[in-house]
């Protein structure tokens, strides 16, 4: 292959903090051509698995695979969780079966479970195999709890130890044991049914004497966390109450694991993506990864139900083809009080739909919510009216149209604070996810009032 045309974007040259070198993309790439694999491990062997999975991520299909066969030796298990899903199975499959099974050895169990809930059936088994008999029955056991709660988000290696227990008999308690997890923020307190009842933060069992007693250390905030509680809930918890890690209870609030901020703060990320990717109407996984064919699947429906609302909003126009035919200056300013309500709508749905993410929209505060979009709306009116005002008259020669344009941006510009406010709620308060489609439903509604409220005036007032 020529070194020029590799499948892949190169980017411009760059000084983004950690952002990919150019120069080292490339000359891991000419490694690859080359088959040099000596080179190539020597390039990438510095490199965190992140930015690994993100070079994985980047370049083209057949220089990834090519890569992954000369590189498949040195291949880390946490490049594979930090792997995009869309790719994911993709590395999988090419890996060597041997070269799979002492990745998914080195993860904690939580990573193993968040690796193969989304694989297919073969490829499950095969990392299954890969297990100790007792890692694979947590991961077992992780995925029968239902998908999206505590239960596959958490991770089975805890630090327990009896409440009544000494800063002592802790320390030595740790330093005899050899399966302690690779990272942890707290040693949890249980009673001796296995019920947790404190967290103990390693600060502060580190800088205290042996003799004190761990239920002096135990932290003010302590929350148990319900297997089958809702990923998203529990998110929200660690954002809320500020927490590092918290310890996972089954029906009888034995202690079954512990979810830490890592993977909450992956939870918040990933809920984030969807709703940008919602609003957009592009599908809640698509990645640049994505086939052409996969990403036109993905929008093909919601620009079909654009396509729908946009002919309801010319239907609206239809109805004034006799203003429009008389008054010629209408049709050069009707996408300008229409654009204008859109962005308004826009501005106020973003604000709704953060909101209500992060539950600060709650019922107590709709109506405040509400009247100060709809006042926001009134007050932008206004100004732009004064503009649209003063456009009408200098551009057309015509006071009656700048008054007809100025009324009909007050109007759309107050419907769009209301509009893009009451939609996303209403879709709250009816089970669906307010991101999903609420931009479309707002612009339709923007488009309709502002189409209607111009040239309705105008027919009114000018003709």
């Excluded at 502060?204 to 998203?232: N, T, W």
């Excluded at 139900?305 to 309801?312: E, H, K, R, S």
């Excluded at 501005?347 to 709809?374: C, F, G, P």
């Amino acid at each position: 292959m020529d070194r020029t045309e590799h499948d892949t974007d190169t980017p411009p040259e760059q000084e983004d903090a950690y952002a990919l070198d150019r120069r080292l993309v490339t000359d891991i790439l000419h490694a690859v051509d080359d088959g040099d694999a000596a080179t190539l491990t020597r390039l990438m062997e510095p490199l965190h698995a992140a930015d690994i999975a993100d070079l994985l991520e980047q370049i083209g299909g057949p220089d990834r695979e090519r890569l992954i066969r000369l590189y498949h030796k040195e291949f880390d298990g946490e490049i594979l969780s930090e792997l995009d899903e869309s790719i994911r199975e993709e590395v999988i499959a090419l890996l060597h079966p041997e070269v799979l099974a002492e990745a998914v050895r080195e993860l904690e169990s939580d990573d193993v479970v968040d690796l193969v809930e989304d694989l297919e059936e073969p490829q499950q088994e095969a990392i299954l195999e890969a297990l100790a008999q007792a890692d694979r029955i947590a991961v077992e056991q992780a995925l029968s709890y239902p998908e999206g709660s505590a239960g596959r988000l958490m991770q089975r290696e805890v630090v327990c130890v009896p409440e009544h227990w000494t800063v002592g008999d802790a320390i030595d308690f740790m330093r005899g044991s050899d399966d302690l997890p690779e990272q942890f923020y707290h040693v949890v307190l249980v009673d001796p049914r296995m019920h947790p009842v404190a967290n103990v933060s390693l600060g502060k069992l580190m800088g205290s004497r042996r003799e004190v007693p761990l239920r002096d250390l135990a932290e003010e905030v302590f929350h148990l966390i319900p297997v089958d509680r809702d990923e998203e809930d529990v998110a929200y918890a660690f954002n809320q109450y500020h927490l590092i890690s918290a310890p996972v209870v089954d029906g009888e609030g034995r202690l079954v694991g512990q979810i830490t901020i890592d993977d909450a703060m992956i939870v918040l990320d990933k809920e984030h993506e969807e709703d940008i990717l919602r609003l957009a109407g592009v599908g809640e996984e698509s990645s640049i990864s994505d086939s052409a064919a996969v990403s036109a699947r993905q929008r093909l429906p919601w620009l079909a139900v654009n396509l729908a609302t946009a002919i309801l909003a010319s239907l609206v126009i239809a109805l004034f083809e006799d203003a429009l035919a008389a008054i010629v200056a209408l049709a050069i300013l009707m996408p300008i009080v229409a654009s204008m309500g859109g962005n308004a709508g826009t501005q106020s749905l973003t604000v709704a739909v953060r909101a209500l993410a992060t539950r600060d929209l709650t019922t107590a505060n709709v109506m405040r919510v509400i009247r100060r979009e709809a006042l926001v709306g009134l007050i932008n009116g206004l100004a732009f009216a004064v503009v649209m005002g003063i456009v009408g008259l200098v551009w057309f020669g015509s006071p009656g149209l700048g008054l007809v344009i100025a009324a009909a941006m007050v109007i759309n510009l107050l419907v769009a604070g209301l509009a893009g406010t009451l939609i996303p709620v209403a879709m709250d308060k009816a089970g669906v996810d307010p991101a999903l489609a609420s931009g479309t439903f707002v612009t339709t509604v923007t488009d309709v009032v502002g189409f209607f409220a111009f040239l309705g005036l105008a027919e009114v007032f000018l003709l």
